[in-house]
């Protein structure tokens, strides 16, 4: 059980474009979704915390207009880079938890690989 | 600000022997710890989560301790594996279900 899909596992974009990311949970209901984003040999950063039908909240230097968070559902939530440039070009990972979830509450998607060209 | 560290960036460690990863954090509010093991282009996997109410937690080879003294937490694998080989991660959050705060990661590598 607590299995989270995310999608696609890699995106090529031209620079100016947006790409959506999903982030699912496939067999629990997902209250709280977390975005992270991860530059090569280096840490996980939390970018943002949503909340099923609230507003996502940003960390300290994540710009919210430029990284759309929408959680509408209790399974769905997705990430939008918009106007997407050459630094954007990340390994972006969800995690999601859900009430009464073990570990915690944490599940992490299989990530998604964006470059943008 | 790095509140969680993890401050080995690799460790080589013989088939059998036992593998010892270090993680410091400065954050006293920190309740929860968690190691997660990671390879490239995947998303963590959870392994092992500790409360501060405890200062072990087991679980087959998996083992992790906390002091909270020195804030400074540990994973223990024993026997290591080759298949054990890659990045961990220790987390922390202050609260059980918040945000996670990640260590830059430790690459184990353990030789047949």
């Known amino acids: 059980g607590a299995v989270v899909s995310q999608h696609p596992s890699w995106v090529i974009c031209k620079s100016g474009t947006s790409v959506k990311i999903e982030c699912r949970s496939l067999d629990f209901q997902a209250t709280t979704m977390f975005w992270y984003r991860q530059f090569p040999k280096q840490s996980l950063m939390l970018m943002a915390t949503s909340n099923e039908g609230s507003k996502a909240t940003y960390e300290q230097g994540v710009e919210k207009d430029k990284f759309l968070i929408n959680h509408a559902s209790l399974t769905l939530s997705t990430l939008t880079v918009t106007s997407a440039h050459p630094e954007d070009s990340s390994f972006y990972i969800c995690?999601?938890?859900?009430?009464?979830?073990?570990?915690?509450?944490?599940?992490f998607g299989s990530g998604t690989r964006l470059t943008v060209v | 600000d790095q509140q969680v560290k993890q401050n080995s960036p690799s460790l080589s460690v013989q088939e059998g022997r036992i593998s010892i990863l270090n993680c410091d954090y400065t954050n006293s509010m920190f309740d929860y710890f968690l190691w997660y093991k990671k390879y490239p282009a995947e998303g963590p996997t959870f392994l092992i989560s500790?409360?501060?109410?405890?200062d072990k937690n087991e679980d087959g080879r998996f083992t992790v301790f906390l002091n909270k003294s020195a804030k400074h937490l540990s994973l223990h694998i024993v026997p290591s594996q080759p298949g054990d080989s890659a990045v961990y991660f220790c987390a922390a959050s202050g609260i059980q279900g918040g945000k996670l705060i990640f260590g830059q990661g430790t690459e184990l590598s353990v030789k047949p």
């Open positions: 995690s999601a938890r859900g009430v009464g979830h073990r570990n915690y509450g944490y599940t």
């Open positions: 500790i409360s501060s109410i405890k």
